[in-house]
């Protein structure tokens, strides 16, 4: 007897998976992620929706980058496996957004995306404010904000409504 083959699952989000799939192979990193950083559940299923257009930018289904980390002076850092130039809308103080040219960090894994992002928001010190509200997911995305993650004027509106609209606060673990 011949063993029918078995279906393989990604082991995290991928470019090619519908918006459901996508959350659902989404949910462990984000999860692993709160344990290890305190970082939100939802906020990180949030952030990963919206920057990597439900895994569908170039960036994330190519270079498995899910949260627009970017590279500073060629250096893709800890868990990146290196950087590729991608063009970008850029927003200055007064809301008005622009097209340039960023390099962001490219990754061998979904998981190294998940875990490069979380681990940024809990060291780099001008994130710290958010970690007073780790139960308070919109405040925590606020403060991330303010702190200079995005240049969009409503980047926490958007993510505020994403975490509303798909319910994203009921991955949240209770830590």
Known sequence: ?????VATVPAGPT??????QFLAASIPAAQQSQRDTRVPTSVTLAQAILESG???????ANDRNFFGMKCFNNAPGS????CHSYSTQECNAAGVCSTTVATFRTYATSAASFTDHGMALKNLSRYAAAFNYTTDPNQF????HK???ATDPLYTTKLVNLMTKYN???YDLAL
């Open 168 to 170: 994203l606060y009921q």
């Open 147 to 149: 702190g200079g993650y």
């Open 15 to 20: 470019g090619t998976m519908t918006n459901e």
């Open 54 to 60: 439900w895994g569908r930018s170039s960036l994330s």
């Open 141 to 144: 995305i606020a403060e991330v």
């Open 79 to 82: 868990y990146a496996a290196g």
């Open 1 to 5: 007897m011949v063993a029918a083959p």
